[in-house]
């Protein structure tokens, strides 16, 4: 029978596990292993937000004095790059050292080249919080173990490196693999928050590598346009902010970056101009009367001015603009908006440029704060 409305499954709403819940459980069904003498086929595993969760174990094996075990993650119907990676843990006893863990990083887990990521360098991007977890894991599955010896536990991804080039794992400092992350281990689909952290951390990132500029975009986009503008800096410097406006420039204070550089196109700019913190588009709309604001002062004439203040878009008013020549002139102020609404609300606090391309990333017009 045909699913209903009211039973059929909603789309996008499935949770999954993040690559530390995915590595603790491998851990420890590896640990297990050591203990009984077979890996087991399922594991129910401890997160770190204290839930306990069963993990389907893929691959395993062991000997009296080391065991291997791998958990796929799952990502839920989130759309993240690490879905179905083979989260790998490799167990052997260090003999005579009781109580002690050393927790590695294999291949496909990226190793942390730069400080700033509260990492050691030249460690495995493991994350604390996983780093813990894998670790309290193994304390819980192999306690008889630990009374006498020690164990090291590999986490390694196959493909690992290949995943992380879709990744900012290299502007970050973190080659030859995936991060080992999780704050929950609990993965929500099309995690607002997860990208929101990202971008204070990459922000964070830039500051503690001692760089005295970010310039922060709004997308893939602009963030070409801007590094071919912008060739002297280093890829550090450079942070898609998205549509986090706020927690971005928050960043920026809190770490003293004392020069900031947005690149952005008319649609988000306007979104900035007119004080929002979050610009995404589903948010609130574009004010189109504080559009049509700043095309009179452009040059615009009163007609041109209400049907921008009637249409829908931004983009309506920057194309009509454009064909009486007033686009230069058009984003020459709406820049300046936005440098007034962002200097505002953080005084004193930056030097703020403008730099703003069409919809094909070419350069039209770039303005900066007195």
Known sequence: MAATKNNRKK????????????????????AV???TGQVPRQIESLLPNGQRVIFEVIDGYCNKTSAHAVVIKDAGDDPDVTDKARLTADLRQLPDQPGKIELLGGPGVGRVTMPGLGLEVDGPAINPVPDKNIRENIKEAAASILEKHGIEATISVPDGEKIARRTLNARLGIIGGISILGTSGIVHPWSTAAFRASVVQAIEVTARQGEDTVVLTTGGRTEKFVMGELPQLSPGCFVQMGDFLKPAFDTVVAEEIPHVIIGGMVGKLV????????????????????????????GADEVLCREIAQ??????????????????????ALAARVITSLTGRYPSKFTLRVLVCDFEGNKLVETESA
């Open 271 to 298: 979104k900035m101009a007119q004080g929002e913190t979050i610009t995404h588009a589903g948010r609130n709309p574009v004010n189109t009367a504080l559009v049509a604001e700043i095309a009179a002062e452009a």
């Open 11 to 30: 789309r996008g709403t499935r949770k999954g596990f993040t690559t530390g819940a995915c590595s603790a459980a491998a851990a420890r069904a590896a």
């Open 33 to 35: 292993g050591m203990v």
């Open 311 to 332: 249409a829908n878009t931004a983009r309506y008013a920057l194309e009509q603009l454009t064909a009486i020549d007033l686009q230069s002139a058009f984003l020459k």
